[in-house]
């Protein structure tokens, strides 16, 4: 992990580069996919939906969260991927809405840099190296 400075810019100019964009979800969708069958179950997605720290509450601190609720979240999380409910998600379903998510990061964010402290091999890190 390391602390780097962005904003919306670096994240929406990545998503638009679909080149450099569309090689990094393929990457991530291939690393998630331990059996190769070209589907991510929701146990395979489960790592991908941790690491996004939904419950931490200060920088680097978490919370013991309630059990049921963490499913609760993660299951909900799952389905925003699984567009069509089949308990699977295909490579295209994955790549549609981790750009849905990028942007709707990068509308958070708005203008101004911030600093973050970002996963060595996260898609936000790989924005920040991409305009350098």
Same mark, same amino acid.
């Given at each position: 992990?390391?602390?780097?400075?962005?904003?919306?810019?670096?994240?929406?100019?990545?998503?638009?580069?679909?080149?450099?964009?569309?090689?990094?979800?393929?990457?991530?969708?291939?690393? $998630?996919?331990?059996?190769?069958?070209?589907?991510?179950?929701?146990?395979?997605?489960?790592?991908?939906?941790?690491?996004?720290?939904?419950?931490?509450?200060?920088?680097?601190?978490?919370?013991?969260?309630?059990?049921?609720?963490?499913?609760?979240?993660?299951?909900? $999380?799952?389905?925003?991927?699984?567009?069509? $409910?089949?308990?699977?998600?295909?490579?295209?379903?994955?790549?549609?809405?981790?750009?849905?998510?990028?942007?709707?990061?990068?509308?958070?964010?708005?203008? $101004?840099?911030?600093?973050?402290?970002?996963?060595?091999?996260?898609?936000?890190?790989?924005?920040?190296?991409?305009?350098?």
């Amino acid at each position: 992990m390391s602390v780097e400075i962005l904003d919306s810019a670096t994240i929406v100019s990545f998503v638009e580069d679909e080149e450099a964009f569309n090689v990094s979800v393929r990457d991530l969708f291939a690393e $998630l996919d331990t059996d190769k069958d070209g589907l991510l179950s929701y146990t395979e997605m489960l790592k991908e939906l941790q690491s996004l720290r939904v419950f931490e509450t200060h920088f680097g601190i978490d919370v013991k969260p309630d059990p049921d609720e963490l499913s609760r979240v993660y299951d909900s $999380l799952f389905v925003q991927f699984d567009h069509d $409910l089949n308990g699977r998600v295909d490579l295209q379903e994955f790549m549609e809405e981790t750009k849905q998510m990028m942007l709707a990061m990068a509308n958070g964010l708005g203008s $101004l840099p911030v600093q973050m402290a970002l996963e060595h091999d996260s898609l936000l890190m790989k924005a920040v190296q991409r305009q350098y």
